[in-house]
């Protein structure tokens, strides 16, 4: 038996003794938890919004669904397939799971993975049980985990498992962030702030930070934020017209707007400001889960030769975010507000849902 969290239905969770992991098949791989975190996704389950999870804990309603995608572990026993990966190596728990065969796999869109467990790359705490427990079965171990060196601190680790491939792909790498440019992030959040930072290694001409909270823009400062703007104390047009006038000097001949605008929150008002805020040849790159249809203002954008995108991480950047980190140019340890010990996480919960109060950023478990 092992401890786990595990959802039970709508506003249910539980700390409690359930079966521990057993391979299953060839391709898996058994760790131990030596460090694990709570996401902004676990909430939204939690709150009943996420319907095939709630389906899966009912088929198991003593036990529910373990939550939780985001790991480090420590390998503890091998499926005879496994060929990357030994007992006591230390590896990342990636939060998409990848087969590494199917259509999507072969296409590096491992997100949209159909090969595995799951009807998409995230199954962990979403389809099958996940990482917020003292064990976890890892699925296709050899495509979805990534060996760490030792001696690096968990902390920084933990931020590779979703955070920051999250911002770094959906954000950074789909809206070309380029040397020189000026770039805008809206909302601050864990994944608003990975931006930044990975962001930053690409070595922009600016980085405008934008939000509510003083607090976590004086975050964005001290993380490089070249200015910073609280959307709490302006209308929409003097926000607008703050951004623009920021970007007035970088080149001559350039018009005013941002390069690149990394929208991290997901409602109508900051999708909207980003439409606002590029100029000719600029990016909207999406990376905030919205729930309700945005205004496309396509009679101002259609002319500007511009590009939206928008996606689910697809964790193909970790090992390369993974060497940023350990050669030093990248420290996302810088994110983490709160450590507890694994058995205190329905404390934990507590602690990142009030995070208005608390400040909680990201929340790291370890045994
Ligand atoms: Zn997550
Ligand atoms: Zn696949």
């Known amino acids: 038996m092992m401890k786990a969290l595990t959802y039970m239905g709508p506003g249910v969770i539980s700390w409690h003794s359930i ?17 694990t975190t709570i996401c902004g996704s676990d909430l939204h389950i939690l709150k009943g919004d996420v319907p095939e999870t709630t389906a899966a804990a009912s088929k ?11 790991a480090i572990i420590e390998v503890e026993s091998v499926g005879k397939d496994i060929k990357k990966f030994s007992p006591g190596d230390i590896c990342i728990v990636s939060c998409i799971t990848s087969c590494g065969s199917c259509y999507y796999c072969k296409k590096n869109l491992q997100s949209h993975c159909n090969g ?17 427990s003292e064990y976890v079965r890892v699925p296709f171990g050899d495509t979805s985990l990534f060996k760490v060196p030792k001696g690096v601190s968990y902390d920084k680790l933990l931020m590779l498992c979703d955070a920051m491939p999250t911002s770094y792909e959906i954000g950074v790498l789909a809206g070309g962030v380029k040397q020189g440019d000026s770039v805008a992030i809206v909302g601050l959040g864990p994944v608003g702030l990975s931006a930044l930072l990975s962001a930053k290694t690409l070595r922009p001409a600016q980085i405008i930070a934008i939000d509510m909270d003083d607090e976590r823009l004086e975050l964005a400062k001290q993380f490089g934020a070249t200015h910073t703007i609280n959307t709490g104390k302006l209308t929409t047009q003097a926000l607008t017209s703050e951004v623009l006038q920021l970007t007035s000097n970088l080149s001559p001949g350039r018009e005013q707007g941002v390069d690149v605008a990394i929208e991290c929150v997901g409602i109508p008002a900051t999708f909207e400001l980003c439409e606002d805020l590029i100029a000719s040849g600029g990016s909207i790159a999406n990376v905030g ?32 975010l993974l060497e940023k980190v350990v050669d030093g140019t990248l420290d996302p340890s810088l994110i983490i507000t709160h450590h507890f010990k694994l058995d205190e996480i329905e ?21």
């Open 19 to 35: 079966p521990k992991p057993k391979i299953l098949q060839p391709t898996d791989v058994i760790g131990k938890v030596v460090a």
């Open 116 to 132: 595995n467990e799951g009807t998409s790359g995230w199954i962990f705490g979403h389809e099958i049980d996940g990482t917020q």
């Open 289 to 320: 889960v919205h729930g309700k249809s945005v205004e496309l203002k396509l009679q101002n954008l259609w002319i500007k030769n511009c590009k939206i995108t928008t996606g689910l991480v697809s964790a193909n950047t970790t090992e390369e």
């Open 347 to 367: 404390k934990a919960y507590e602690v990142f849902k009030d995070a208005k109060t608390t400040k909680a950023m990201k929340i790291v478990l370890t045994p």
């Open 60 to 70: 198991n309603p003593e036990k529910g669904l373990v939550l939780g995608h985001e």
